[in-house]
């Protein structure tokens, strides 16, 4: 079984803090995810990468920056966390079968800004 | 980008009871998945149905890829089925999936 494991499942920042979310996968997919999901908007892509060191922009990438050093890790950073960034964040990875395959979440983090 | 509309938004049902829940979209459809996510927040992967009909226990799903829209039924209901459904699809892009609003599903005892 796929396993997309979030090193945190709850997390509590302050304002302006900068704050690092980890997600790695064990099933040596290529493609790896960050979205979010808050209540009434539904899940939001905020990035994605295809390949090391590779990352692309998804529909709201304002605020965040990811890094992927490595295949298996995808980690999602908020340079100065504000208010507005409190949300359920989800990582996802997906094998490189042309670029259709089966998307497996991890557990989700739930962050607050205070 | 594709848009994804999901209904019915809500759905309340007794246990033992069947459903359908329906996604549409405005665009062709070619990596289109159905997920749950429980009441704890997992997300899991249902279906990968890009066309036709797949199978799994009680739950099945058809997407007529034609006609830019999928089915999922649920049989004989069972409280751990609640939770929210969602429909996605990357609309012939490459840039991640675009998610429906979801129907939360309520499945009382």
């Known amino acids: 079984d796929v396993k997309v494991t979030q090193s945190s499942r709850y997390l509590v920042k302050r304002t302006g803090e900068k704050v690092f979310l980890e997600c790695v996968q064990d099933m040596d997919h290529e493609n790896m995810f960050w979205y979010r999901q808050d209540p009434g908007l539904g899940l939001r892509l905020i990035y994605f990468s295809y390949d090391v060191k590779m990352k692309e922009k998804g529909d709201i990438p304002e605020g965040y920056s990811v890094s992927r050093e490595k295949k298996e890790r995808f980690s999602l950073i908020l340079e100065s966390a504000s208010t507005n960034q409190t949300s359920m964040y989800l990582c996802a990875s997906s094998s490189s079968d042309g670029y259709n395959s089966p998307l497996h979440f991890g557990n989700g983090t739930r962050l607050t800004v205070t | 980008g594709i848009q994804v509309e999901q209904s019915p938004p809500d759905l309340i049902l007794q246990e033992g009871a069947n459903s359908t829940l329906r996604c549409n979209f405005s665009?062709?459809?070619?990596?289109l998945q159905w997920f749950h996510q429980n009441p704890w927040g997992q997300l899991i992967n249902l279906f990968y149905i890009p066309s036709g009909t797949k199978q799994n226990g009680r739950l099945s799903a058809t997407t007529v890829a034609t006609e830019r829209y999928s089915l999922l039924y649920i049989s004989s209901s069972q409280t751990t089925d609640s939770g929210v459904y969602f429909c996605?699809?990357?609309?012939?892009?490459?840039?991640?999936?675009?998610f429906g609003k979801g129907t939360h599903l309520i499945i009382q005892p």
């Open positions: 996605a699809d990357s609309g012939g892009g490459a840039d991640g999936l675009t």
């Open positions: 665009d062709s459809v070619n990596n």
